[in-house]
């Protein structure tokens, strides 16, 4: 019985990988490069695109159960269709999906829409699955520590709505511990959705004092200028995925990321532990190099 994860070096295949070794599970990570992979020992690596017929039906064979994970790319759409397609050809009855929380309601957001699009196919194709919608990724945040720290601003423009903003290390566990619930299951599951949310729901204003809190010096939140979030974007990613993030940002002004009634209850009793807070990734995000 194998678990084959796609996106296996990426933010969340990564900690999935991790959570199912230590789960003792029979783990094969699709990568493009072998050479770059640097997994926990027991990973079987096999190179692969999802593009690429060939290289799926050799990863696939002897399959039981799939993680399905899409980078945001312009034929993200494609890639999904063919690996769902490969999945049923071999037969493969045990699949979980990374889509997006609000996939539904995000209509105008090219990413959003679809892994909205993809949830539709599973469903129009009768396949056994979990689908999992995570909330914005506290990790994103990465990439402006920088400008936290130096300038003192919080500049990603989320908004006064409130995201439900969740750790990718939380959504790699959940992740593990859903594939092992449909792999060790004696007969497939039938379809489900679960919304992966954090603790708190965050507006701007409360990330900057969040940070305030973490560094002891005032951080302040700018505002909503998504035409400068797309400008900013701009500067190291291709236009169309500036122009992607932009509209996500807009609909978190308009709609946010908000949880249901009960998500986090069932998330906090499904990983045997509180969820990881805004606060804490903040204060180790701090402290790193």
Excluded: C
């Excluded at 996106?7 to 699709?30: K, N, P, S």
């Excluded at 539904?104 to 957001?109: E, G, L, P």
């Excluded at 236009?239 to 993030?245: H, L, R």
């Excluded at 978190?252 to 969820?275: H, I, K, N, S, Y």
């Amino acid at each position: 019985m194998t678990i084959l994860v796609t996106g296996a070096t990426g933010t969340v295949g990564r900690h999935v990988v991790e959570q199912l070794i230590q789960r003792g599970a029979d783990v094969r990570a699709l990568v493009r490069d072998p050479a770059k992979a640097r997994f926990p020992k027991g990973v079987t690596v096999v190179q692969g695109d999802l593009l690429d017929i060939d290289s799926l039906r050799s990863a696939f064979s002897g399959v039981s159960t799939l993680f399905l994970l899409n980078a945001v790319v312009p034929d993200e759409f494609t890639q999904a269709l063919i690996a769902l397609n490969i999945a049923r050809e071999v037969g493969i009855q045990r699949i979980v999906y990374l889509s997006v929380i609000h996939s539904d309601r995000y209509v105008n957001v090219p990413h959003f829409a679809g892994k909205f699009a993809v949830e539709r196919m599973i469903e129009q194709m009768g396949l056994n699955a979990t689908i999992l919608r995570p909330a914005y990724f506290m990790n994103n945040d990465v990439t402006i520590k920088d400008v936290v720290t130096g300038y003192g601003v919080y500049p990603m423009p989320i908004g006064g709505k409130g995201l439900a903003m969740i750790d990718a290390r939380d959504i790699g566990e959940i992740a593990a511990i859903e594939l092992l619930r449909r792999e060790q299951s004696a007969s497939p599951l039938p379809l489900e959705r679960i919304n992966l949310v954090g603790p708190d729901t965050l507006t701007g204003a409360d990330v900057a004092a969040l940070w305030t809190e973490v560094l002891g010096r005032p951080i302040s939140y700018p505002g909503d200028d998504t035409a400068g979030f797309e400008q900013n974007l701009r500067r190291f990613m291709p236009s169309w995925m500036a122009f992607d993030m932009r509209l996500m940002s807009e609909r978190f002004l308009t709609d946010g990321m908000l949880p249901e009634a009960g998500d986090v209850a069932r998330l906090t009793a499904l990983l045997g532990r509180p969820l990881r807070s805004y606060r804490d990734f903040a204060a180790e995000l701090a402290t790193s190099a």
